[in-house]
């Protein structure tokens, strides 16, 4: 299992040497891993539907209590199944939709990475870990939005998503935090059986409502739902996949999985209800009045994420049964829909459907299966996408505000079919409309994805057993206890989600036949857009960029001295602060046991310091910062450091001698600074050392702790297998801190090389 989680990244890593190796056709070979990834998962659907989930446990880090935990269970096995599935077809789909494009083996190389962080996401039994795989998504995904990175649009849309979701993944950080400090851990399967527990804690209100905050952003609920139709600057594959199978759900997957805990609090319900219930409203009526395929589909999508998150904050069986239907519906026809839209625009050059007509005669495939999906989006039997409306429509009758609720479902789904029709009636038929490129029929590579989606959601509509035993194991995970065995029918009898269906079916037939006069018509709502989120987004940036200029030009102008001065006094009043109002300043001289050199150096040290201030020759400061640093080092051999002495020494002679060879020909300095600014630093210079002054003497008024040299002696070898302790130090119990000084040490050489190498290739 942990292969198979780490899978995406290690091919990632391996992408650009199989396209060097094999060129384009290298994406057949990396369509494998997720393609055995998702025969991988298939086979855990048999013990998963026995009710029990299964874990796997891996020491990371044992001296610290550190593991990696995963949790297989029916919602993860779910994802885990969408992930790896249609991950199989994006990548194929790339391969032919890139076909030529010199970057193509980099955005393969981002899905394989976004595919593993997904993965990540679904499968850990860790709060913490999940929250490490969710900003990769997060990261990943800003890579991939901003796939044509030399267009303006496309960078600021994956800006836009990377600020928004990120900024919610620090919400969500400290949810995660206080969620971990209420149930005393951070796994899943212990904190969901203290729900009741941790509903009575005192801080369950704002950990529930930073949880909710992270949430939101990432699957696109009102008011943050503006970034994700923006994502569509991104190529087809990325729409495919990120912002309709996957990373979109990730919201809804930790809403679903924290479930369990949350059932039965009044906050979590009703805003749960509420944002679900507004973001399925405004969604379907955006997609409606929209006139691009790829903006369409992105508004459908954000009014299906708000009915799955309206569906789990309704809870019980009938609602929590229809939001996994509904998100495995979701998943195939979505994702089946962007590809084909995709391919319309790749062999027409337009994805608007005001330029587009009778295309089915030059891509008959794509409009069969485009068809076929768009019934599902509709909700037409007897594809999937209907069994899941009337799931649907069934779970929020479930609801005390079941009328209310129940005019938003008829809504979205008139809305829903006029998508459909827009979508797949619009660009095939009627009179043939000229394009900007000769239209034709895809290649095999691009035509393949929607085609078996599609005809994946006919086949589990017409049979839905195949799916039954998933969609009972994924619900009984929602739940918290296994339900009984569902039946899932295109046929139910006569009764009121049916009759729903055929009068949204009606009236949403009669809005896509009536909706080129009605888009004229309400052509002025589209001005109300200035006034929506997307337009405080913008305000908020541009105040942002305002005050960061401001800042920067007060705090940041150029002058060191002004640096210090900032950092001098900041420290001065924060230290000053804490220790005043915690601890308290203790302090008493005493110079019982003062040798007559420590005076001698203590002189040097306050005549070199003093001399470096007022000398108006450079050399001269060279020279007694250097007197320094030699004072530094007899202090270090006076108590036993010779190793830290020989250091200072050979390091303060290098300085002294690079500095007199680049500062012996400037001229001495020059005054500046006023009298006052020069008595203001002083006094400054003179606080702070007496506050560091006091801050030593109040430490050590304190009992000392126990010496750490005697540790390091007794523990050297037996732990850390050693005997040169200085070595020990620095690579098992520094092991970080000497790991960052390599980096660093690194960075620096490669900086010299690259300086070096661009001065040689000099004309």
């Known amino acids: 299992m942990l292969l198979a989680l780490m899978s995406g990244f290690i091919a990632a890593f391996l992408v650009p040497w199989l396209y060097h190796q094999q060129g384009e056709r290298a994406v057949w070979w990396v369509a494998l891993l997720p393609a055995a990834l998702f025969v991988y998962f298939l086979g855990f659907i048999a013990p998963i539907s026995q009710g029990d989930p299964l874990f796997f446990h891996y020491d990371w880090i044992p001296s610290l209590d550190i593991s990696l935990d995963l949790r297989l269970d029916g919602l993860s096995l779910l994802f885990a199944l969408l992930v790896s599935g249609i991950g199989t077809l994006v990548i194929v789909y790339t391969g032919s939709y890139l076909a030529g494009h010199p970057d193509q083996h980099k955005l393969v190389m981002y899905l394989c990475a976004f595919m593993g962080s997904m993965l990540g996401v679904v499968l ?106 923006n994502a569509m600057a991104a190529p087809t594959p990325v729409s495919s996949f990120l912002h309709s199978a996957t990373m979109v759900k990730a919201g809804v997957y930790l809403l679903a999985r924290l479930q369990p805990a949350m059932a039965g609090d009044t906050t979590w319900t009703l805003l749960l209800v509420v944002a679900g219930a507004l973001t399925m409203l405004v969604g379907s009526v955006m997609a409606v009045t929209s006139t691009d395929l790829k903006r369409i589909l992105a508004y459908t999508t954000i009014a299906s994420l708000g009915t799955l998150i309206l569906l789990i904050g309704i809870g019980g069986e009938a609602a929590l049964v229809a939001a996994m239907v509904f998100l495995l519906a979701h998943a195939l026809y979505k994702g089946a829909l962007f590809m084909a839209a995709g391919t319309v625009d790749h062999e027409t050059g337009t994805k608007d459907i005001r330029q587009l007509g009778g295309l089915r005669r030059a891509m008959p495939q794509t409009a069969i299966f485009m068809s076929l999906a768009a019934l599902a989006l509709a909700g037409i039997p007897p594809v999937l996408g209907f069994i899941a409306k009337e799931s649907m429509l069934t779970g929020l009758l479930m609801s005390p505000w079941q009328n209310l609720l129940l005019l938003v479902g008829v809504i979205s789904s008139i809305c829903f079919v006029a998508c459909a029709g827009l979508v797949a009636i619009k660009p095939f038929w009627g009179i043939e409309v000229a394009t900007p490129k000769s239209p034709h029929e895809a290649p095999f590579a691009m035509r393949l994805g929607f085609s078996l989606l599609a005809t994946l959601g006919l ?51 009669l809005l896509f036949k009536y909706w080129d006069k009605l888009a004229v018509k309400f052509s002025w709502a589209k001005a109300l857009l200035n006034y929506g989120p997307e337009k405080g987004y913008e305000q908020f940036m541009e105040g942002l960029v305002s005050f960061s200029k401001w800042i920067t030009a007060k705090l940041q102008n150029g002058y060191l001295s002004n640096y210090i001065l900032t950092i001098f006094i900041t420290t001065i009043v924060l230290v000053s602060y804490a220790i005043g109002s915690k601890v308290g300043w203790y302090g008493s001289l005493d110079f019982s046991g003062v040798e007559v050199y420590e005076l001698l150096i203590s002189g040097i040290i306050i005549a070199v310091v003093g001399y470096a201030c007022i000398t108006e020759q450079r050399l001269g400061a060279v020279a007694a910062i250097g007197a320094l640093g030699f004072c530094m080092a007899l202090i270090y051999v006076f108590f036993s450091a010779p190793d830290l002495a020989i250091t200072q020494v050979l390091i303060e002679t290098l300085t002294v001698i690079l500095l007199v060879f680049v500062l012996f020909k400037l001229p001495r300095f020059q005054r500046l600074s006023s009298s006052d600014v020069r008595w203001r630093d002083a006094l400054v210079a003179i606080i702070f050392g007496g506050m560091m002054t006091l801050l030593v003497m109040t430490v050590t008024h304190f009992a000392e702790p126990e010496r750490i040299s005697d540790y390091l002696i007794e523990n050297s070898y037996v732990i850390a297998k050693g005997r040169n302790i200085v070595n020990v130090i620095l690579v098992d119990y520094r092991a970080l801190d000497t790991l960052g000084e390599i980096f660093v040490l690194a960075l620096a050489a490669i900086g010299v090389t690259a300086m070096i190498k661009l001065d040689k290739d000099k004309p």
């Open 124 to 229: 850990t039994n860790n709060l913490m870990a999940m929250f490490v795989f969710w900003e990769l998504t997060s990261i990943t995904s800003y890579m991939l939005i901003g796939f044509y990175h030399e267009q303006e649009k496309s960078r600021k849309s994956a800006l836009q998503g990377l600020f928004v979701t990120v900024g919610g993944g620090l919400a969500l950080m400290a949810g995660i935090v206080l969620l971990g400090q209420i149930a005393g851990s951070y796994q899943f399967d212990q904190i969901i059986s203290q729900g009741s527990q941790i509903q009575q804690h005192p801080y369950f209100l704002p950990m529930m409502l930073l949880i909710l905050l992270g949430a939101f952003t990432k699957s696109a609920q009102i008011p943050f739902h503006f970034w994700l139709p």
């Open 459 to 509: 086949m589990f509509g017409l049979i839905p057993s195949l799916v039954s035993p998933l969609i009972d194991a994924s619900a009984s995970a929602v739940i918290g206890y296994s339900i009984d065995p569902i039946s899932l029918s295109l046929w139910h009898g006569f009764n009121l989600p049916l009759l729903m269906s055929f009068l949204a079916f009606t009236l949403g037939y």
